[in-house]
């Protein structure tokens, strides 16, 4: 069974750092469409990054773009996102995501096939102003 469980929430300040990480179990990321999501409150749930594990490949949303890394450690079976320069707007829900598809990043980070895909359960970011 594949289980993915994210980490590494919480509240930090405007201009902070955090790192959020992905815990893959019943598979790992190499060669996987991969991603993170947030879900804001009120709001739909949108991308932040969508990523090909195999060739480094990503495409990221135009808010976060230059401020967050997305990245992973096949050998931990991990998925990180690096979040630098948060803002109060970055306070959402993350979500991290893995599909064994080949979804074009750009598509994938729009949310284009990811409906398939296993999904954790997601960690709070709250960003105070």
């Known amino acids: 069974e594949v289980q993915l469980v994210e980490s590494g929430g919480g509240l930090v300040q405007a201009g902070g750092s955090l790192r959020l990480s992905c815990a893959a179990s019943g598979f790992t990321f190499d060669d996987k469409t991969i991603g993170w999501f947030r879900q804001a409150p009120g709001k739909e749930r949108e991308g932040v990054v969508g990523a090909i594990s195999s060739d480094g490949s990503t495409h990221y949303a135009d808010s976060v773009k230059g401020r967050f890394t997305i990245s992973s450690d096949n050998a931990k079976k991990t998925l990180y996102l690096q979040m630098n320069r948060l803002k109060p707007e970055d306070t959402a829900i993350y979500y991290c995501?893995?599909?064994?598809?080949?979804?074009?990043?750009?598509?994938?980070?729009?949310?284009?096939?990811?409906?398939?895909?296993?999904w954790g359960r997601g960690t709070q970011v709250t960003v105070s102003s």
């Open positions: 995501a893995a599909d064994y598809t080949f979804i074009t990043p750009y598509f994938y980070c729009s949310g284009y096939g990811s409906q398939g895909s296993s």
